[in-house]
């Protein structure tokens, strides 16, 4: 991919430091992390890259959110993080001792700590985040800092190109410029993010790797599912109909939802063999941890596909009280709607008035 330099996140370190630390001998490019290190405090990898582009000098180094949940970390008793605004005031002026012109951070710490980098006073001229929560969506300034934010969930690829006056680092790499400190005054930005829509096809060598990966990853995730064995004690799956009993009151409602993808969102997981995944199947189907009144999450049966109850809630008084008892959706539809259809998950912006239609207009 032509990378010269990767910060290390949390996520990184899922598999262990030692793993990490293998896998960087293999790799052509530089792992970098300024405030990973070992129970000693000897940092594991290198803190910083400076590299000369065109005319320019420039730094990048890594910084790892300090609230890393250590504990969860394969091998963690090898390892700490150090404070990382403690690391910037120390490493910045170093790198610039060292000829960077322009410095850059990467990192995954939150919205707020990027803020407070921006407010150490550090001459960083750009932070590329990447916190869980992705508060910072448009690119913004803070003293004299330029923040922005990588999209997660490998749903785009993001470019950043910085402009120099007159010029731009790489046109200028062939000639030698005057002033150059005075020219780093005036860079501008301009940031974009391509969408890797299902319809860009995978590439030759990679597409087939992942593909392979998640196969495993499927075959475990079915391994350690649970299966009803008729010794549970739960009422849990008894409590919901299912959308063919809605159908027997509410033909046309039924009629209205089999056209939409609720109807067809559980053979969506199935094509991508993501079926045996908890944080999927859960927006999937319905009352997912539920069959014949035990948990049995992977023989999904009846409860396939998001239904009326998904919304609604279980469906057994409306159904013995011949709808005396009445079925409404939570205070707030919205709400309702928004436990699944979020940014991280979900891209139809038109849903909510989508669905509240078939409820209320058909039959």
Known sequence: MGCDAFNV??????????????????????????????KHGKLLLSPYLIKQVGPVKIGVFGLMDSSLKIDKVPENHKIMVKDPFEVARALVPEMK????????????????????????????????????????????????????????????VGRLEIAFPGGSASDA????????????????????????????????????????????????????MSVADGSGDSDCGKRFVGVEICAGCHPGRHKAWLATEHSRAYQTLVRKNKQYDDDCIV?????????????????????????CESCHGPGELHVKTRGKETMTVAKSATSTCLRCHTPEKSADSGFLGKFRSICTETP
């Open 97 to 156: 001792k060292k000829g960077a012109d322009l410095i850059v951070l990467l990192t995954d710490m939150t919205s707020r700590s990027l803020r407070r980098v921006a407010q150490l006073g550090l001459p960083i001229d750009l932070v590329v985040g990447s916190d869980e929560k992705n508060e910072i969506s448009l690119p913004i300034v803070v003293e004299n800092t330029f923040i922005t934010h990588l999209d997660r969930g490998g749903k785009a």
């Open 9 to 38: 996140g949390a996520y990184d370190l899922s598999l262990g430091v030692d793993y990490l630390v293998h896998k960087r001998a293999e790799a052509k490019f530089i792992f970098i992390s300024a405030n990973l290190s070992d």
């Open 283 to 307: 927006c999937h189907s319905l009352a997912y941890q539920c069959a014949l009144g035990e948990p049995d999450m992977k023989n999904i049966g009846a409860f396939a596909n998001v239904q």
């Open 173 to 224: 790499g062939s000639r030698s410029l005057p002033g150059l400190s005075e020219r780093l005054k005036g860079l501008s930005y301009q940031n974009n993010f391509v969408q890797l829509r299902l319809s860009i096809p995978d590439h030759l060598k990679i597409g087939p790797m992942v593909a392979a990966v998640t196969d495993k990853i499927s075959e475990i995730q079915k391994d350690s």
